[in-house]
């Protein structure tokens, strides 16, 4: 279910195999590859927008497809609804997380799954560029080119190894596409539209 919130895109295998040809230090990012949107992704409070994922499961010919709109919140948490194929709503938050589908709900709580609490403040990192605390998590690799930019997280040793080996984020003025790929083959591709970022302190 994680893996569903979190999917990145790439901009196709060549340009993500020359991304990680690049290491990056949070400052080298901050200077030459996100000069000039960083201040404002780093500001950033709420985002609110339409997604299309794609995941692609190794032995599977086709890749399953869903849809919907998404809100991230700072303060709140992450609340991700599916329209298509079917609906449902994941409701990530500093308490726990809260799945709603078919009519049922369930419910953990942070202190039955600790790890939710580090993976919402992980999410919201990637989304809002705070670059020191990917940094703590991911080796960090990075590229601009013709206006757009291109963030890759290689996961440090630990538990975040086992669940993908490479991701790639890939923006203009925000997050505009996530892919994560993992050893076994499965990857998850995730593209935003209609992103609205909504700034504050």
């Given at each position: 279910?994680?893996?569903?919130?979190?999917?990145?895109?790439?901009?196709?295998?060549?340009r993500a195999a020359a991304l990680f040809d690049h290491p990056r230090t949070p400052q080298q990012l901050v200077d030459s590859v996100l000069a000039g949107v960083a201040g404002k992704m780093a500001a950033t409070?709420?985002?609110?927008?339409?997604?299309?994922?794609?995941?692609?499961?190794?032995?599977?010919?086709?890749?399953?497809?869903?849809?919907?709109?998404?809100?991230?919140?700072?303060?709140?948490?992450?609340?991700?609804?599916?329209?298509?194929?079917?609906?449902?709503?994941?409701?990530?938050?500093?308490?726990?997380?809260?799945?709603?589908?078919?009519?049922?709900?369930?419910?953990?709580?942070?202190?039955?799954?600790?790890?939710?609490?580090?993976?919402?403040?992980?999410?919201?990192?990637?989304?809002?560029?705070?670059?020191?605390?990917?940094?703590?998590?991911?080796?960090?690799?990075?590229?601009?080119?013709?206006?757009?930019?291109?963030?890759?997280?290689?996961?440090?040793?630990?538990?975040?190894?086992?669940?993908?080996?490479?991701?790639?984020?890939?923006?203009?003025?925000?997050?505009?596409?996530?892919?994560?790929?993992?050893?076994?083959?499965?990857?998850?591709?995730?593209?935003?539209?209609?992103?609205?970022?909504?700034?504050?302190?």
């Open positions: 279910m994680l893996v569903a919130v979190v999917a990145l895109c790439g901009a196709g295998p060549a409070r709420v985002l609110t927008g339409r997604f299309v994922q794609h995941r692609q499961i190794s032995g599977l010919p086709r890749p399953l497809v869903s849809s919907g709109d998404f809100q991230l919140a700072r303060d709140a948490g992450i609340t991700w609804r599916t329209h298509k194929p079917f609906e449902s709503e994941l409701v990530l938050a500093p308490d726990g997380m809260t799945l709603r589908s078919g009519g049922t709900e369930q419910r953990l709580s942070s202190t039955e799954q600790p790890a939710l609490q580090a993976a919402l403040g992980l999410l919201f990192a990637m989304f809002a560029m705070d670059l020191d605390r990917l940094d703590a998590a991911f080796e960090l690799f990075g590229q601009a080119q013709d206006g757009s930019w291109q963030l890759g997280l290689r996961p440090r040793a630990g538990g975040l190894a086992q669940v993908f080996t490479s991701a790639v984020i890939t923006g203009s003025a925000q997050v505009d596409r996530i892919e994560l790929s993992s050893d076994g083959g499965d990857s998850t591709v995730i593209e935003f539209s209609g992103v609205v970022a909504q700034l504050g302190r």
